[in-house]
């Protein structure tokens, strides 16, 4: 069988990571990669016999098998467009775009024309998170406490609002889809942020947000972010059950039962590969391992989102669970309170 050909939009520091890999498998030929800055495209391409190419048009029009969509959160949305029309199955890394009408609306495409996609959520490929579900398989989780204790990326956009979403989005959406895979959907938020940007030039985020979350199964939980660092300080949750103390971070899986505590170690480049070699072999037809198509993404999004909207109103968000809920925010001033209405 011949390679599957890959093309690469972005090519940032994700792209990058991705290139490294997929150059690493036998049955994978990077054919192009194009990125509004020509010269880190060229850099990019360059080391692994790859063209480069002006734009998307153009790097479908030679013809790959799947396209890595790797531009920053501001960026997502004609992109995917583009490929979707095309009918290359798509890779899109995360966060999917810097708002939800953009998710919403290329998850409908996706839908649509029934394409095969993957997000690079790849935590869900650490094998510690199996060994935790099957831990939790016959406890009811009582609580989750998640966090991301970070400083600000080296990025210019990063810092701003309206081109990342601000750290829950751009950061702790890899807890958040975390929480997700082993406590259950939240149905409702409760966030604040501090008001007051990092100490870096032209930031308007929250330089810290701390949350509550009510999910469907009866548990309660928080989610703490922050980009005030210098470093990466902490990411990860922590999972109560009966009998049962969970701590789970990309390096592994602490354990405390009756039996006593034990550590199991995971390997994040080790996830960082298989969430590439999953999608690659769904694009084959020789595997069936994605973790995260692109509307499973979307519940992430959305809860993401959801946090974020909170704690710029200061007012609770409702998610519904249903495949076409999408956030309504509670106006407690207009309303009774529990009472919903359109965001």
């Known amino acids: 069988m011949r390679a599957c050909r890959v093309g690469l939009v972005g090519a940032g520091g994700v792209a990058q990571r991705h290139a490294r890999v997929l ?49 920053p959160p501001f960026a ?7 490929v979707i029309a095309a009918g290359v199955p798509m890779f899109v890394e995360k966060p999917v775009a810097v708002d939800l009408e953009t998710a919403e609306r290329i998850a409908d495409l996706v839908e649509q024309r029934q394409l095969l996609t993957a997000v690079g959520h790849h935590w869900r490929y650490l094998h510690v998170v199996e060994q935790a579900r099957e831990l939790l ?59 007051n940007p990092p100490p870096v030039d032209g930031a308007d985020i929250d330089s810290v947000t701390a949350a509550t979350l009510r999910f469907e199964g009866g548990a309660v939980g928080t989610l ?38 034990r550590h199991l170690p995971a390997d994040p480049d080790g996830a960082r590969a298989a969430v590439d070699r999953a999608f690659i072999d769904a694009v084959r037809g020789i595997g069936d391992d994605v973790r995260v198509p692109y509307a499973e993404a979307l519940r992430t999004q959305r809860l993401a989102l959801a946090v974020a909207e909170s704690a710029r109103t200061g007012r609770s968000v409702s998610l519904p669970t249903g495949p076409a809920a999408r956030p309504r925010v509670a106006v407690a001033d207009a309303v009774p ?7």
């Open 337 to 343: 309170a529990g009472v919903t209405v359109d965001a």
């Open 137 to 195: 398989a016959d406890r009811p989780v009582r609580m989750v406490n998640g966090a991301w204790l970070d400083k600000v990326p080296p990025v210019a956009w990063w810092a701003r609002r309206d081109r990342s979403g601000g750290p829950v989005v751009e950061q702790a959406a890899h807890v958040l889809d975390l929480v997700r895979a082993l406590v259950g959907e939240a149905t409702e938020v409760t966030a604040y942020g501090d008001g």
């Open 23 to 71: 150059s690493g498998f036998e049955d994978v030929e990077l054919v192009g990669v194009t990125d509004v800055a020509r010269d880190a495209a060229e850099a990019l391409a360059g080391p692994h016999g790859a063209r480069t190419f002006v734009d998307v048009g153009e790097l479908l029009a030679a013809g790959p098998d799947a396209v890595y969509v790797c531009v």
């Open 224 to 261: 703490a972010a922050a980009c005030v660092l210098g470093w990466k300080h902490r990411a990860g949750v922590e999972i109560l059950a009966d009998g049962l103390a969970l701590s789970l971070a990309e390096d592994g899986l602490t354990v405390c039962d009756g039996d006593g505590e």
């Open 76 to 82: 997502h949305g004609p992109v995917e467009e583009a």
